[in-house]
């Protein structure tokens, strides 16, 4: 699920269907995001990914349509496969993103994900430093929405 200002940010999940709706698989196998990362980003970015599948799996280890996903992963993903067999355990909890946006251009934000206790509620919240220029091109986004320009 996603509100109306993510999917102006990084695109509308609305079309997303089966794997294409895990962020793990998303990643490390789908479509390039707009998401700019260093090599150094990029790898701890993967490496929370897959520490946090990891935990998701530990937890439903029944799971069929996870150990599917899981599968999937690792024959298709050389990376995926390297970094589930170090066993690590975790979650991805906050990241700084620079974002290229085709219509405002670069926007470096802080990316908080806030885990419900005792749950499997995951919220993304995305968020500018007050002030700057990135917290207005955000601004903007969120009053364009997806609508088209083109007249």
């Known amino acids: 699920m996603a ?43 993967e490496a929370a990914l897959v520490a946090g ?15 599917r996903l899981i599968a999937e992963l690792r024959a298709n993903s050389d990376r995926f496969a390297e970094l589930w067999e170090s066993g690590t355990v975790g979650r991805h909890e906050a990241a700084r993103k620079i974002i ?3 219509r405002v251009g670069s926007l470096t934000l802080d ?9 499997d509620l ?5 968020t500018a430093e007050p002030g700057t220029e990135d917290a207005g091109r955000l601004a903007l986004l969120t009053v364009l929405g997806t609508q088209s320009l083109a007249g």
């Open 111 to 119: 990316c908080d994900v806030l885990t419900v206790a005792g749950s």
């Open 3 to 45: 509100n109306p200002p993510y999917a102006t940010l990084v695109g509308d999940p609305c079309g997303w269907r089966g794997n294409q709706r895990n962020g793990v698989w998303r990643n490390l196998l789908g479509p390039a995001s707009p998401v700019r990362h260093t090599p150094e980003s990029r790898r701890a970015f």
């Open 100 to 102: 290229d946006h085709p």
């Open 122 to 126: 995951r919220i993304m919240i995305y």
């Open 53 to 67: 599948l990891r935990a998701t799996a530990d937890r439903y280890p029944a799971d069929q349509r996870l150990r």
